[in-house]
């Protein structure tokens, strides 16, 4: 069992940078793949990035963050970072951070969820 507090949301202006957090707690942290995925009002949940197991660890994203967003994870602190700069409104969303076995950018093969938080970007 994992739980999942991300934290960091809030409302910025159009170009600013955000660092949202992942805390984790509950059974080891670096067993597990984490992602981030987002969900704007009235839409599905989308993925936004991922990353494997380890500090330093591989990891991808979605075209529409890529070369805007980076994750990374310090499991010494068993946590995971999603530092967005040059934000567009269009990422204006609930982001969560999810834990899972598997290496995906498929919501489904995440096993444990954050609640989200809420990050806003004005034009």
């Known amino acids: 069992q994992v739980t999942l507090v991300e934290s960091g949301g809030t409302l910025v202006q159009v170009g600013d940078s955000l660092k949202l957090s992942c805390s984790a707690s509950?059974?080891?942290?670096?067993?597990?793949?984490m992602g981030w995925f987002r969900q704007a009002p009235g839409q599905e949940r989308e993925f936004v990035a991922a990353?494997?197991?380890?500090?330093?660890?591989?990891?991808f994203y979605d075209d529409s963050v890529k070369g805007r967003f980076i994750i990374s994870r310090d499991n010494a602190k068993n946590t995971v970072s999603l530092h967005m700069h040059n934000l567009k409104h269009e990422d204006t969303a609930v982001y969560y951070c999810?834990?899972?076995?598997?290496?995906?950018?498929?919501?489904?093969?995440?096993?444990?969820w954050g609640q989200g938080t809420p990050v806003t970007v004005s034009s």
């Open positions: 509950g059974d080891t942290f670096s067993r597990y793949a």
């Open positions: 999810a834990a899972g076995r598997l290496f995906t950018r498929v919501a489904g093969t995440y096993e444990y």
């Open positions: 990353i494997t197991y380890y500090s330093g660890a591989s990891t």
